[in-house]
């Protein structure tokens, strides 16, 4: 069965929610490691009061037992605490009584730069908010539990990822532009060391590791741009410059140079996968933007609500997540198994099959 992810869930829902499908049975699940990923997420720089209420942590509902995954579809939640203060606007029923506490209001000033609006005409909705929960970024809670789960398969093959910040002076920035009422951006990188050759395909462009890898990234609210390994960097350099060659020594087949970030032609070639992200300012204003009321056509401001000045540091670890799901993906659809043993049995006979050795 392939790995496969499933989430719902609204930022000030009662919770989110990711079933996880395909885990091989006996994988060892430890709470404090996927709660410590969820708190790596809510820290940083720049980051707004919300992630003092939260205090993420993971709840297991089905597909675990005694600390071991059964082969079943496991149900991760992550509660929103602070849907208490928004029981009435965000009642999965019609709410009973008087209107009270936040989300009362209808929205009709979309943000620039968030999915208000292409939410709104594309669904038909008057109320922005039944688009902005779901497309809000605190919807990656849960993808950073899934990813926790994930890199704990991986770690059974000997693969790690972590990611990184690469953006200079991120809090000289990030004071500056709370200074100004505004937000900013960053870059950000993740390194999976450990990764054999041969994961993915070139058969098909859904099966290629690179296109997977960056549909993951670009499904990650604020993200607008990908490269893998030099990316954009190669398109200016001649072709003697921009490739890996090829060499072997005692531990067999191996590269000096990793400008193709570990992928060549879809497929992994055995050098660590680099992946980099490049996130946009945050849409959600202090000093908000121009905008059109659409329940009265007429020009106004763009609806401020609570935000980040930045959450560069919590991409990086959603980056982290969103890579090591999609190599454990591929994992799977490589080596198998509905048991753990059988997983890493098929992953230790392919490294004895071919020309290379981890480093």
């Not at 970030?261 to 992994?268: A, F, P, T």
Request: glycine share 12%; with cysteine.
């Amino acid at each position: 069965m392939a790995l496969e992810l499933v989430t719902a869930g609204e930022s000030h829902g009662p919770a989110l929610v990711a079933i996880v499908s395909g885990l091989p049975a006996g994988l060892v699940l430890d709470k404090d490691l996927i709660d410590g990923d969820l708190h790596r997420r809510q820290q940083g720089y720049g980051r707004s009061p919300r992630q003092q209420i939260e205090r993420d942590e993971v709840e297991v509902l089905a597909g675990l037992r005694h600390g071991r995954t059964l082969g079943t579809p496991l149900a991760l939640v992550v509660r929103n605490r602070d849907h208490e203060n928004w029981a009435w606007g965000m009642s999965p029923w019609p709410p009973e009584g008087e209107p009270a506490g936040k989300g009362t209001k209808e929205v009709t000033l979309p943000r620039p730069g968030h999915a208000d609006l292409a939410g709104a005409l594309k669904y038909g909705l008057a109320d922005v908010r039944d688009a902005l929960e779901r497309a809000s970024a605190r919807h990656t809670a849960v993808i950073v539990a899934a990813g926790s789960v994930a890199k704990a398969l991986l770690a059974e093959l000997g693969v790690r990822a972590e990611g990184r910040v690469l953006t200079e002076n991120l809090e000289t920035r990030v004071d500056d532009a709370r200074a100004d009422r505004d937000t900013v951006g960053g870059i950000v990188e993740v390194r999976a060391q450990g990764v054999p050759p041969g994961l993915g395909s070139y058969a098909t462009k859904e099966e290629r590791l690179d296109a997977r890898l960056a549909a993951s990234l670009m499904g990650t609210q604020a993200v607008k741009g990908v490269e893998i390994g030099e990316g954009f960097e190669l398109a200016s350099r001649r072709g003697s410059e921009a490739h890996d060659e090829i060499l072997r020594d005692e531990r067999g087949l191996y590269r000096e140079t990793n400008r193709a970030g570990g992928i060549e032609g879809g497929v992994s070639n055995g050098e660590a996968i680099v992946v980099r992200a490049a996130m946009k300012p945050l849409p959600t204003l202090m000093k908000p933007l121009a905008t059109v009321d659409l329940q009265t056509g007429e020009p106004a401001q763009a609806l401020v609500e609570r935000s980040d000045t930045a959450a560069v540091e919590a991409l990086a670890v959603v980056a982290e997540a969103c890579v090591a799901f999609e190599l454990a993906r591929a994992s799977k659809d490589k080596f198998g198994g509905d048991a753990l043993g059988d997983f890493v049995s098929a992953h230790r006979a392919y490294l004895e099959r071919i020309d290379w050795s981890p480093r």
